[in-house]
Each structure stands twice: as C-alpha cells, then as structure tokens.
C-alpha cells in the first residue's frame, strides 16, 4: 500500500497536472467548491418561493424540490450529459455537466435547509418589520433572510459534505476527479484492487471528517452566538423593567 502510495500519490491528489488536465482531490475540491457556490442562489431562490404568499409560486417551487428529490442524482448527470449539448448546442466538458446536476440537485436539498431556518425563525420580527412600514421584500432581504442564511451556516458545511461525495459518480462520464483516479491506478495494477480502494476510501474519509469536524466547529460559534444575542435580549428586556417599574 505504501508503495502505491509512493507511485501514484501525486496521481491521486492533483492528475496529471501540470502537464496534463487537473484531476484527483484537487479537481473534486474544485467541482465541490463551485457546485456549492452556484447552487446557493438557486437554493436561496427556491427558499423564498417555497414560503412565498403567492400559491403559484409556492407550488412551483414544491413540485421542484419534490421532483429532484424523487430522482437519483446519477440520473440528472445522465440527463445533463446528453441534454446540455441539446440545449446550449455546445459540448460541455464532463466537469461542466457534474457542475450543472450539482447545481440542480442541490438547489433542492440545501434550498430546504434554508426554508426550515426561514420558518424557524420568531414571526415577532417579521410582524415588527412590517409595522414599522417595510415591505415583504424589504423584510425578507434585510431582515429575516440574513438571521436564516446565518443560523443555516452549520447545514451548508454538512451540504458540502455530501457534494463531496457525490461526486464520485462524475467518474462514469469521464471526469478526471478522485475516484477516475483510483480506477485508471486499479486499471494498471490490475492485481491489487484491495489496497487501490482502501487508499481511495481514506482519502474520503480525511476530506469529509475534516469538513465535518470543521462544521461542527461552525455550529458551536453559530450556537454560541444565538445564545449571547439571546441574553443580550433578555438583559435588554430586565433593564426595561426595571425602568418602568
């Protein structure tokens, strides 16, 4: 194991780069990185209509998030790898397609994880906000929004996470990324598909505990945070009484 290690290490983290396209750990960070980053409009987007006043909107929104949820995400690559070409009329590179179903597929997922921190979220600042003449989209933008994409910050790491993972299906169409790596590295060792695989799972493994330590860090401060605003409310609310009385 050591000595695939030693052999294919570099393979195995960056691809063939710089002489050749980038691929392993670095390229699954990469589309990792990008997906979470497109796919947080979308995401937010869908939270809004999915609590919109507007039925039609919300219906809309609902049939999205029930639709991509209802299929396989190997199927919206599929989908996106012989669609795209169709739509745009230009061939997209296997990482674009992974990019693209990323993006759709978890528009829905982590638009839910900001629609349950919008809903979580006291309706007294949303009825204060509107009192003191603000309008819903005023309300939603400078109010309530911000307090649910902070609160929301521990599920966008754990949504990282499964990104992560998700894109070692980006094998099957020829993407270059981790798992592509280990299967050319079996594909040439022939003889130790054993040691191959355990070497990919570690990998894995270190990327995710890490984001996953790093996301619990994440909730502690987020966690923390809400309990010191929530005193300074309370000392807040004393002190008034205090006054009055």
Not at 97 to 112: D, H, Q
Not at 192 to 207: G, K, N, Q
Not at 209 to 219: A, G, I, M, W
């Amino acid at each position: 194991m050591i000595e695939i290690i030693s052999q294919y290490g570099l393979s195995l983290l960056v691809g063939q780069y710089p002489n050749g396209p980038l691929g392993g750990v670095a390229l699954t960070l990469v589309m990792s990185v990008a997906a979470l980053l497109a796919a947080f409009p979308v995401a937010v987007m869908v939270a809004v209509a999915r609590t919109s006043p507007i039925r039609a909107i919300r219906r809309a929104a609902s049939f999205y998030v029930s639709m991509v949820r209802g299929i396989p995400l190997l199927l919206i690559i599929f989908w996106a790898y012989f669609v795209l070409p169709l739509v745009t009329g230009v061939t997209t590179s296997a990482v674009v397609t992974v990019i693209c179903a990323l993006v759709i597929y978890e528009g829905a997922y982590l638009g839910e994880a900001i629609r349950a921190a919008l809903q979580a979220l006291p309706k007294g600042q949303n009825e204060a906000a509107r009192s003191l003449g603000m309008s819903y989209t005023a309300t939603l933008f400078k109010v309530i929004l911000p307090q649910a994409l902070f609160n929301c910050l521990p599920s966008m790491m754990n949504q990282f996470v499964l990104i992560v993972k998700n894109t070692s299906l980006a094998y099957i169409i020829g993407a270059h990324e981790l798992t592509f790596s280990a299967n050319g590295i079996n594909a040439q060792l022939l003889t130790r598909p054993f040691e191959v695989y355990v070497i990919l799972a570690a990998l894995y493994f270190v990327i995710c505990y890490s984001l996953s330590r790093f996301s619990r860090t994440l909730e502690r401060r987020v966690l923390r945070k809400r309990l010191g605003m929530s005193g300074r409310r309370t000392d807040s609310k004393s002190s008034l009484a205090q006054a009055s009385s």
